[in-house]
């Protein structure tokens, strides 16, 4: 093996542990943060938990902010891939459903993957929101960020024909209903499948947005 090849396939294996590394780290985090809440959670934890050494975590993440920022956007698309959530294929396909009432019913599905992904780490931001300032700035980005895309909902509805709202009620109507405390209630704390969560979902958006 040339020195050229052997440096470009050591740097490979690098590129693919730090990777590995830090699929790791964010899988402890989230768990850590969901169990025990953000605040009560150190790095040197997560790091234990990942099984790397601390200086890792903050080599790749920089605060412990950052490593919860991370685990959210990894969370909300469901792998570490540099995809916004409306270009994703599950995404792509609602839209794509020209029928207002079938093209709900198909997002309060994909919609309950994401609150199962999603809703307990949300908590956690919460709770840390009131005593720590850059977790109270992550939340308000969290909050923007899924108002937008919402919006983006909002407007696709308009164009149907179908929808029995303003738009800008379509948009609060779901930001409303999609922040996770519903999933909590009845799947986390009911004990309803996600089944029956998202046809009830469902039911509940065709009833109020489908003309």
């Known amino acids: 093996m040339s020195d050229g090849v052997k440096r470009r396939y050591d740097s490979s ?23 025990q809440g ?12 990942a099984g ?17 920022h991370r685990a959210w ?8 891939r540099d995809v ?5 294929p599950e995404l ?12 709900l019913t198909a997002f309060a599905t994909v919609n309950t993957a994401i609150m199962r992904r999603t809703a307990r780490l949300l908590r956690a931001v919460r709770g840390a929101a009131g005593a720590d300032p850059a977790a109270a700035e992550l939340l308000d980005t969290i909050d ?17 024909g179908r929808l029995a709202v303003t738009e800008d009620a379509c948009r609060d109507i ?10 909590l209630t009845l799947v986390d704390r009911q004990g309803w499948s996600d089944e029956a969560y998202a046809a009830w979902l469902a039911g509940i958006w065709t009833a109020s947005l489908v003309r």
């Not at 790397?52 to 919860?68: P, R, S």
């Not at 792509?92 to 093209?103: G, I, Q, S």
């Open 13 to 35: 294996r690098r590129r693919e542990q730090a990777q590995e590394n830090q699929r790791r780290v964010l899988a402890a985090a989230h768990d850590l943060f969901v169990a």
């Open 38 to 49: 953000y605040g009560a959670t150190t790095l040197t934890q997560v790091a234990a938990a």
């Open 52 to 68: 790397v050494a601390v200086e890792t975590v903050y080599a790749a993440f920089g605060t412990k902010v950052g490593v919860l």
């Open 73 to 80: 956007d990894v969370a909300v698309g469901g792998d570490d």
């Open 84 to 88: 916004h959530l409306l270009e994703r």
């Open 92 to 103: 792509r396909a609602v839209f794509a459903e020209p029928d207002l009432a079938t093209r």
């Open 144 to 160: 923007r960020a899924r108002l937008e895309s919402l919006g983006e909902h909002a407007r696709a509805a308009v164009a149907t």
């Open 174 to 183: 779901l930001f409303a209903t999609t922040d996770g405390a519903l999933w």
